[in-house]
């Protein structure tokens, strides 16, 4: 499953040159991609000209707080304590993942940030194991959405770590983390915590664009490995 938007950029390099000079191979190789570009999921790739989130300060605080002592549902087989996972974590949270069976909220891509939690989800997964080679002992994402709901994301998209719900919010509130409304129901705003020993090191706010997020927390475990 591609989380990218790759595809639709090949499509334009594929549109030059004169197909009669191809192989019939690399013709129906072509077709095939072509075909399946087409059918690709509207919430795995990212439109353009979304809305960029503003920096409004509402993570300002967070450097230096200690995590709630709060368990939270998980993916997992058992509810999961952030605070008390060891080393360097890293949690990542956003407002919602979308499904092919589930309408996404009227507007959504309209409000600045709200758009492009499958991509971001799938970036995580696909650095993970170069997030543990830089020294990232856990890596977790949250939201406000049910753990039946999240199980199947983690399902279909084969996500190698766990998905926490902080379905009331109190987790959310404990840490003061910005939330908007979108058709009457609250979110989770998206942002990225380093987390050491269950205390809050760095803070990504906002982020955008979501999917290349995942390398960009990369970048910063690297530099801040020592």
């Not at 040159?17 to 059918?39: E, F, H, K, N, V």
């Amino acid at each position: 499953m591609f989380c990218m938007p790759q595809e639709w950029s090949l499509l334009t390099h594929w549109s030059s040159g004169d197909p009669a000079r191809l192989s019939i191979r690399t013709q129906r190789r072509r077709a095939a991609t072509w075909s399946y570009a087409q059918i690709v999921p509207a919430y795995e790739a990212l439109p353009p000209n979304l809305p960029v989130p503003n920096d409004d300060g509402a993570a300002d605080h967070l450097v230096g707080v200690r995590l709630p002592d709060l368990s939270l549902p998980s993916t997992g087989d058992r509810a999961l304590n952030p605070s008390t996972l060891p080393d360097r974590i890293v949690i990542y949270v956003y407002p919602m993942t979308g499904r092919p069976d589930v309408a996404q909220p009227e507007g959504w891509e309209a409000i600045p940030g709200a758009r492009g939690c499958t991509p971001e989800s799938c970036g995580f997964r696909d650095h993970f194991a170069e997030l543990l080679d830089a020294r990232a002992s856990s890596v977790v994402g949250l939201s406000g959405q049910p753990t039946h709901y999240q199980q199947e994301v983690v399902a279909r998209l084969r996500l190698p770590y766990q998905l926490l719900s902080d379905g009331d919010f109190t987790w959310a509130e404990c840490l003061r983390l910005p939330t908007f409304l979108a058709e009457g129901k609250r979110f989770h705003t998206r942002l990225t915590m380093i987390v050491k020993d269950g205390v809050i090191e760095h803070v990504f706010y906002p982020v955008f664009p979501p999917d290349t997020h995942a390398a960009d927390v990369l970048t910063w475990l690297r530099e801040n490995s020592a």
